[in-house]
């Protein structure tokens, strides 16, 4: 097993994309880090302001400044907490959620698994944005209420993914050999079909993390997700929206680390299912409708 | 063929009973009504407002009252937009989103259908890995990102093309580049995976060795079966196109579905955000239907391999 897995990272560290991705998401999110235990990374605070109003980059202010002379590059850093802990917590709901749905579904089969994927089935195919908007009405647009909504839209896929590995792997010889044994199926679930899942788990998770980020900036950005005082790269680019014509650099800088970060965990994610199973490559769409 | 289209069809009245039903508790549970905002109104005019559009009925006699109107085809009235019925702003907003809709898939299949074919036909080369960055650079751009990017190049700075409301077919060029991008992208790389499993059919090796030429082969035999799953994502892609119509409507002020959808949120405009998301729905469930239809219209052994 441990064999297997270093094979793949020995393959992941040959995929050029997949790790300037991972160099990019680390190097952001120690920034984000540093900036969490309060540790001082810019001569200005955040929310400080100054006396040089909507100004271009320059040396003293490499992003410039907003309306109000906050330095656009400490706003930038700060946001990152925000945006990059969505993501990780959207993520990490969709993996509890997810794989505990797709394992009762997966493990128990016919009908209890049919009827379970079905209402999956439908719920999926209603857009992501739609369902976060509608459920955003009901639990606010805080913080707390962008999570939650996050997590009851992205938790389906991994749900699929988690059955469609236990249906599978369950009739190999090493589950019957595991409860030959005399195991019971919770160990079963944990130990053994849980562990072998877990690549592409880990491959679909990568993928829920800018899905994340993008869905929380966009909200915000239509005036339907956070709000000032929250200070994430959503309401970063939603504040210089409005100053496009004559700020342009307001807007430019959140968006940048957006799509950096977007990109670096797709470039991840690619990269990881290639290292893990490059026969994906070619049929991943085969299986598309999940039945 | 017309009877299974029809029981599809009819299948889908339950799913959108229940969405209609379920957006409806969602957003009466909420509290805060439409006229409880802004301007503090006197509180008899108030009164009179929830009486005048049954707000003032607990919510299981607003719940029979809804469904009994949409039964007669009445979305009723928006609570913002005065004298103005939600079927009148829906009339008026669905054929522009359409509009907008429909050319962004048009540019989404033309750019991306060739990119993923072009991908999988240099399979690991140079021009695979060009045309796979270019689409994850594709998904991975937001579409205000995208938007603020063109408005700003073609509008603001070269002064080429028009920003704003929808008026010229000058007025469609940047939405509905905007719109295309993430669609284009997926498209490209479901082409990619669909050409590079037909690549290796056999049927393909026998065209070639009966002396067909390459680009014979491929124009003839493998393009042409690899737009069979390109056909059948038409459900995603719907959706895919109305959730990028939410922020191309906001950024360029069409006057859309997706943007009276986002103005009735934040609104509370209850009628309009229930006429909208189903409008949304039917969409859905009839690419859906297409979709299935599609699905033995294009290859017949789907339906066996359905069955196994």
Redesign the interface.
Known sequence: MSEKRNSALQRLSKIP?AMVGLFIILSICVVALLSALGIELTPFAYDQTTTSYLAGPSFEHPMGTDELGRDLLARVIYGARLSISIGLTTALTAFLIGSVYGAIAGFAGSKIDGLMMRGVD?AY??????VM??????LGRGTTGILIALGLVSWMGTARLVRAQFLQLKNEEFIEAAYAQGQSSLNVILKHLLPNALGPIIVALTFTV?SAI?SE??LS????GLSPPACSWGTL?SDG?RS??AH?HL?FFP?LF??LT??SF??LG?GLRDALDPRT??????G?SG? | MIFPILKRLFMAVPVLLIVASLTFLLVRIVPGGPFDSEKSLPPEIVANLNAKYHLDKPVHEQYVLYIGRLCRGDLGVSYKYVNRTVNDILFDAFPVSCQLGFVALVLAVAFGVPLGAIAALGRGGRQDFLAMFVSTLGVSVPGFVIGAGLIYIFAIQLKLLPVGLWESPWHVILPAVTLAFSPGAYLARLTRASVLEIVEKDWVRTARSKGLSYQATVLRHILRNSLIPVVTVLGPLTAIVITGSFVVEYIYAIPGMGRFFITAVMNRDYDLILGTTLVFALLLVIANTFVDVAYQLLDPRMRMNAED
Request: overall charge positive.
């Open positions: 994309t439908i195919s209603l857009p992501d944005l739609l908007i509608l459920v955003g009405v009901l800018p993008l900036s966009t950005f239509i005036g339907l680019a929206w496009l014509r342009p807007i968006s957006i799509f977007v990109l797709n470039f690619d490559r070619l049929d991943k769409f085969k598309g039945h």
